[in-house]
């Protein structure tokens, strides 16, 4: 049986398109889970406003339940918005810059989905 690998960015940059995208990736992975030939790597980069998302609690515990899930918080944001990487849920990693990140993940091949 041929696997077929998807990569995918979710560009978070409004703090109510946080849990729209959450949504997105559970219904993907729920997907996946009954179609094995399908592979999955998610990247949610969070910037612009939606990084104050990343300091509240509710959101850690949201992101301990995607392990999968890679989440990527944007350093200027965090800058902006007066957060430290010590304010951050464990596991999500700081990026220099965010669209950086995309441009970056985008010529890796990752599809683009703006929630």
């Known amino acids: 049986m041929t696997v ?4 995918v960015v979710f ?3 409004e703090p109510g398109q946080f849990q729209h995208a959450v949504a997105n990736i559970k219904n993907l992975y729920a997907y996946q889970q009954v179609h094995s030939e ?3 790597t998610v990247v949610m980069l969070i910037n612009g ?3 104050t998302v990343l300091t509240q609690p509710e959101t850690t515990t949201t992101i301990a339940t995607l392990p999968q899930v890679q989440f990527h918080a944007c350093r200027n944001s965090m800058r902006a918005h007066q957060i430290t990487a010590a ?9 220099p810059v965010g669209v950086l990140d995309l441009i970056e993940l985008e010529a890796k ?4 989905i703006k929630p």
């Open 49 to 51: 406003a939606a990084i």
């Open 87 to 95: 304010q951050l849920p464990a596991g999500v990693t700081v990026v």
């Open 38 to 40: 399908m592979a999955l």
């Open 11 to 13: 560009h978070v940059s």
């Open 109 to 112: 091949g990752y599809a683009y």
């Open 4 to 7: 077929d690998q998807y990569q």
